[in-house]
């Protein structure tokens, strides 16, 4: 499922380490967001100042992960990895989940893919494309709400909502998850930074060397509303109805898994 027959994945998969941490998620869900703010802390780490943008992150699919990091900036004694897989491709590593109300996710990953030309040769409409995808968003996100089951301390939620409402709080607790050591000023630093407008100006400028990170064909779209429920703007009343009667239930869960998690780990 998702991307793992990319070659770079098919590569960088023989590497991946015991120690390493992934970031994972459907696409659009704020995984990108999340690895600029831990970009941040992780230079900051290192005795940089730092600034908007700034990944040093790796995508699976794009980078030579075992290359990307014999970067001496990077001071952390574990590894971190975006990923788009499910549960059972990475399952034996420590995992940051990251989820997103599908109706926005979906709307979002619609925009994305505008970029190509050949989906927009193609192009059915928003409302078909995210009725298209609803199932394979259930699958990806019940693949982690069934391994939670038995994996639970290997699991860490965080949904896009709770980063967007207090972003501080969100990746405190991803770094308490991972053992990582910061302080409040560190984190609030990293959220000054890595603010959504700010990465939206820097998209828009096409400044992948700042960003940190290059998107084939553009950053067109990339950081681009980052509201909650800005689905109810796009989509039709039956489309939302039925994205909602397909996926409320496991949205849910995975709310009420994220919200034990976090007592679990402000509790230790």
Known sequence: MMFSSAYKYQVNQWYFRPTDVFLASYPRSGNTWMRLLLSDVIKQLGGETTQPGGNVIPDVYKVDIEDWYR???????????????????????????????????????????????????????????????????CGHINSYLEAAKTDSDRLLFVSY???????????????????????????????????????KSLSQQGDSQTLGFAENGGYQNFFRRGEINSSAQELSGNTRETINHKSQNLYNQMRELESQKVTNINSN
């Open 71 to 137: 970067n001496p900036r990077i001071k952390i004694p574990f590894r971190i990895i975006k990923t788009h897989e499910p549960f059972d491709l990475i399952s034996d590593y420590r995992i940051i989940y990251l989820f997103r109300h599908p109706a926005d996710c979906l709307c979002s990953y619609y925009h994305y893919q505008l970029r190509s030309p050949k989906f927009r040769k193609n192009n059915s409409g928003i409302d078909e494309f995210c009725l298209n995808l609803i199932n394979q968003w």
């Open 161 to 199: 909502e709770s980063l967007n409402n207090n972003p501080l709080e969100s990746l405190k607790n991803a770094c308490n998850f991972m053992d990582l050591d910061i302080t409040e000023s560190q984190a609030k630093i990293a959220v000054t930074n890595q603010q959504f407008r700010q990465l």
